[in-house]
């Protein structure tokens, strides 16, 4: 085994775990934990399975078969800060909305805040 | 007139959305409630200035947001609030005193006819004596040319923060209401709903206290962001 190889089963096999936990203890939610996973198994198959990311690889057309697990770190990076994008607009929107719908409320029930000057 | 109007008068709200005008506040409202018998709500949106206090001496019913989520969602609290209390008409002005409170009837005027859904207010109709800045007016070309050519309306001011609206389209802005610059992107949403838009002339005054929002950078981040917005209010699916 090269020392590539070596280090990508390392270093994705500690990606896996560490997720794993943090969704264990409650630190990570689960469909946050979905990208991580799926992309820290993938690497650390093909780091394990050393012919099929050879054949993988040169059937895309790459010569050297260990870029092709850097195309896929990207590619999975890519895809969790989109899904990030997404969620933070779905915040935005729901704090604008709390934002209002206490607004309302407030004046309704005629209540003044400390902060409302 | 609109169904259901006849026979009562209308309940005419007036929205001011205010951030950090403490200054200028309680006199507009002052002079508002002196001519009309309409309800002044004032939005302050998370002003760290008296603005709220100011507002509520001078009489006016005051939304207070906890923070500033600019000037799309405060107006938008102020729909929501009209709609919830079931007013018939609503009218916007600015908050820091740049329009005039005695063209408030010109813009309601064709709305208790009947004959529009939205009237805007445009400062580039008649000899209103506008003079705005060379990026500003430019920004209000490119907008017009924007809207003008998506939509067949024959905008001159796309960019008024002065208008008012009729029930349906509060109760639709109350859902749909963007962020920034939302007059412009307001002309496609009533494009789509096939509102029957009126501008009528206007005046508008240099800003009396406070700062205006728009500096050079920001100035072509809300271009980009609006044209884009605007693009894609075309295309999207309201449900």
């Known amino acids: ?117 | 007139m609109n169904p259901g109007m006849e026979g009562t008068s209308p309940r005419i709200l007036v929205i001011l959305p205010a951030y950090q005008e403490e200054r200028s506040i309680g006199g507009l409202v002052r002079s508002l409630r002196e001519r009309y018998p309409y309800d002044a709500l004032v939005v302050n949106d998370g002003s760290t200035d008296n603005t709220g206090d100011a507002a509520r001496e001078a009489d006016a019913i005051v939304l207070n947001l906890p923070c500033n989520l600019g000037i799309g969602g405060a107006v938008q609290t102020g729909f929501l609030y009209a709609k919830d209390r079931g007013y018939d008409v609503v009218v916007r002005i600015d908050g820091d005193g740049q329009h005039e409170v005695e063209d408030i009837p010109k813009v309601l005027e064709p709305i208790l006819a009947g004959r529009a859904d939205a009237v805007i207010g445009s400062r580039f109709l008649g000899e209103t004596g506008y003079r705005g800045s060379i990026p500003r007016i430019f920004g209000i070309r490119f907008f017009r040319l924007l809207v003008n050519l998506t939509t067949g309306y024959r905008v001159t001011d796309p960019t008024s923060g002065f208008f008012a609206i009729n029930r349906r389209l509060v109760a639709f802005y109350s859902d749909h209401y963007p962020s920034d610059y939302p007059e412009v992107d307001a002309y496609i949403l009533m494009h789509r709903l096939k509102a029957r838009t009126v501008e009528v002339p206007v005046r508008m005054y240099d800003r009396e206290e406070g700062n205006s929002s728009i500096t050079p950078f920001r100035a072509v981040y809300y271009m980009v962001k609006v044209t884009l917005s605007y693009l894609i209010n075309c295309i999207r699916r309201f449900g």
Not at chain 1, 47 to 67: E, F, M, N, R, T
Not at chain 1, 101 to 117: C, H, M, N, V
């Open chain 1, 1 to 117: 085994m090269s020392r590539v190889t070596i280090l990508s089963i390392v270093a994705s096999a500690a990606l896996l775990l560490y997720i794993l936990e943090m969704v264990r203890r409650r630190k990570l939610r689960e469909e946050y934990s979905i990208l991580w996973l799926a992309g820290s198994v993938v690497i650390l198959v093909l780091s394990l399975k050393q012919d099929w990311l050879v054949g993988i690889s040169h059937a895309v057309g790459i010569v050297y078969p260990p870029s092709f697990l850097f195309l896929v770190g990207i590619l999975f990076i890519l895809l969790i800060l989109i899904h990030f994008s997404i969620t933070i607009s779905k915040l935005h929107m729901m704090n604008k909305k709390m934002a209002q719908e206490i607004t309302l409320i407030k004046e309704s029930a005629k209540i003044t805040f400390s902060g409302d000057r």
